[in-house]
């Protein structure tokens, strides 16, 4: 079975001290969960500090974008190597507010996926549909082209380090989230195309998250679907409480 990764996406919240007190206080909550992967992903600014307090947990860090330069005259950006350097085992990829605010594109994305992949850290590669792209049955389409684009020229080697987050641009933030049902058909789906691009048995491995207003109240029906492998959590991983409950609930259901 695939072993669950839930993350905390903290998107631009909490500052070096918020977000010392918040990872402190999670340590605290979860310091004996054992079959699930825990990442939380603060902002830049708080990696190092976030990083040294994470020092033999249970709990990995992540970081929520990076640049596929490995240096350079690129003001503002931070490198695959300076985020490993930080402590940072994980990095999300083209999360939809990258894509909607910052014009990243599936080649973006890709060029940063190979990236992450040549520094040894783990891809967390979001994918997803816009409410005006589902209500015009367009959410596999979408879905396909983001993957088959995003994943171009990466090995079958390195896609068994892959993690795919499905997060349906319309619930994130919003309050509204996709069905247990809707979800999974999505992510039956990604497991069927991976199985297209590379094989049956590296597409079984590939962990699939779910994104988009993760919260404890539907975390244990989300996990009980057989291709759901985790969530990518945004609001209810800035509370120590909320994120918790969401990961001793997903353990108490993949027991």
């Known amino acids: 079975m695939r072993r669950l990764i839930i993350a905390g996406n903290w998107k631009m919240y909490k500052n070096i001290s918020e977000s010392l ?59 695959a190597s300076m985020l490993k350097d930080a402590g940072c085992l994980f990095v999300i990829i083209g999360h939809s507010e990258r894509r909607q605010y910052f014009s990243e594109s599936n080649q973006s994305v890709n060029q940063k996926l190979k990236a992450v992949l040549e520094s040894g850290m783990a891809p967390i590669v979001c994918v997803g549909e816009t409410l005006k792209q589902r209500e015009a049955n367009k959410t596999l389409d979408i879905i396909k082209e983001q993957l088959q684009e995003g994943l171009e020229g990466i090995s079958a080697e390195d896609a068994g380090r892959l993690i795919i987050a499905y997060e349906p641009v319309w619930a994130i933030g919003t309050g509204k989230n996709a069905t247990a049902t809707q979800a999974e058909e999505v992510h039956a789906y990604i497991r069927s195309l991976l199985e297209k691009i590379y094989t049956k048995d590296i597409a079984a491995s590939i962990r699939i998250q779910y994104g988009g207003s993760v919260k404890p109240g539907n975390i244990e029906e989300l996990m009980q679907q057989p291709d759901i492998d985790g969530a990518l959590v945004g609001g209810a991983s800035l509370n120590v409480d909320s994120f918790s409950e969401i990961i001793k609930i997903s353990q108490r259901v993949r027991k």
């Open 21 to 79: 007190e918040l990872t402190n206080g999670l340590k605290r909550e979860l310091y004996d969960i054992e079959n699930i992967d825990i990442v939380l992903c603060p902002v830049f600014t708080s990696l190092a500090s976030v990083s040294e307090v994470l020092t033999d947990s249970n709990i990995q860090l992540g970081a929520q974008d990076v640049y596929w330069q490995k240096e350079g005259a690129f003001t503002g950006e931070i490198s």
